[in-house]
């Protein structure tokens, strides 16, 4: 079944980078397109960027000088990379599908938890 | 950017009720998206193409709407339609609304 899990560190310190890891599993990277949705305790969602089925991105533009969204079809996995990072950065991190021509999310990852520590 | 502004923020509602959640767009959209997230769960894609059900989706839920106006129906609400249920849009760069909270009494 199709399945997406986020991997990175819990605390990052401000003004690093942040470096986490979506692992996919039940489809294809090369078939699928996968976001980065961001939810700051309490808050709503951000969508951050994404990673097209034939390798190209998108970025939110409020993100896009700080943010690179890359993947290892290989080890089906796609990985966000976030710069200068600040404590308004403290956020669940979800990887997210969706289709081809499908503007949504059929399927999230369980989200992973990151703290930016002053 | 399309804000996507919903309302009511927070609602209670008692079992049996009829409840509708409203999303209103800065600019025109094609169509609407909307998610229910549950306390301490991600996001799960309730309503796509402005009115279709996810798979899995209790037919007590419909939306409907167009250009600048959508809305979420739960026609006769239950308790495990307790969450958080948010709009989408993708006609420009992607934008989510703030999240309406539905509480049953």
């Known amino acids: 079944q199709v399945q997406l899990k986020e991997s990175g560190p819990g605390l990052v310190q401000a003004s690093e980078t942040l470096s986490l890891t979506c692992t996919v599993s039940?489809?294809?990277?090369?078939?699928?397109?996968v976001s980065w949705v961001r939810q700051p305790p309490g808050k709503g969602l951000e969508w951050m960027g994404r990673?097209?089925?034939?390798?190209?991105?998108d970025y939110n533009s409020a993100l896009k000088s700080r943010l690179s969204i890359s993947r290892d079809t290989s080890k089906s996995q796609v990985l966000l990379k976030m710069n200068s990072l600040q404590t308004e950065d403290t956020a669940i991190y979800y990887c997210t599908r969706s289709g081809l021509g499908a503007n949504y999310f059929d399927y999230w990852g369980q989200g992973v938890m990151v703290t930016v520590s002053s | 950017e399309i804000v996507l502004t919903q309302s009511p923020i927070t609602m209670a509602a008692s079992p049996g009720e009829k409840v509708t959640i409203t999303c209103r767009a800065s600019s025109s959209v094609s169509y609407m998206y909307w998610y229910q997230q549950k306390s301490g769960a991600s996001s799960k894609l309730w309503i796509y193409d402005t009115s279709k059900l996810a798979s899995g989706v209790p037919d007590r839920f419909s939306g409907s709407g167009s250009g600048t106006s959508y809305s979420l129906t739960i026609s006769s609400v239950e308790t495990e339609d307790a969450a958080t249920y948010y709009c989408?849009?993708?006609?420009?760069?992607?934008?989510f609304g703030s999240g309406t909270k539905l509480e049953i009494k």
């Open positions: 990673i097209r089925s034939g390798g190209s991105t």
């Open positions: 039940g489809f294809s990277l090369t078939s699928y397109h």
């Open positions: 989408q849009q993708w006609s420009s760069t992607l934008t």
